[in-house]
């Protein structure tokens, strides 16, 4: 029954992209700007020459052409690794016959770990649960969506036991987009002030 709703999931948010909210500062192209100006095949515009602009950006053939020196922009895109952080403590637990809160939060980690892959950044998730942390790290190869739907599904919070998000956090230090899955019951001013 799971893999069905998984499945209707990933359907339903097929298209869907999640842009980042400013400018990436990333080498690798990808699906949103980046500060790296002028590495970019993609060409956008003209314009003339200012001072202070870079000399290696300039159009040496349109010089030789027109001896006016221009300036070639182009629209240059860059990846934004993306690693979501999960909670799995007892509180997500709830209720503890159906664990309703805690499919609810595997679900949304799941789509949000499949709108990034559909966007072309990779992605990674770290689970904190009462029996410690499992992680996959940040991957943009074809099965990472599936890969993180099987760990969620192998993942089962337990009422009894405490688990804390905060070492988890330590696992995403090398992410541009940090995702924080939780219903911040226990540690969330220290998950806070680490994430």
Known sequence: ???ARDGALLDALRGVHWPARSVVAGTFTGTHQSRMRGTSAEFTEYRLYRQGDDPRRLDWRLLGRTDRAYIRLTTDRAVLPT???VDASASLAYPADTQEKWRLA?????GLAAVAH???DPVGVVIAGSHGV???PMRTRRGVVMEIARLLAATTPTPEGSATVVPALALARRAARLVIVSDFLGDADAMLQAA
């Open 83 to 85: 690693m979501i952080v």
């Open 118 to 120: 559909s966007d072309g």
């Open 1 to 3: 029954m799971r893999g």
């Open 106 to 110: 595997a679900q949304l980690t799941l």
């Open 134 to 136: 499992a992680a996959l």
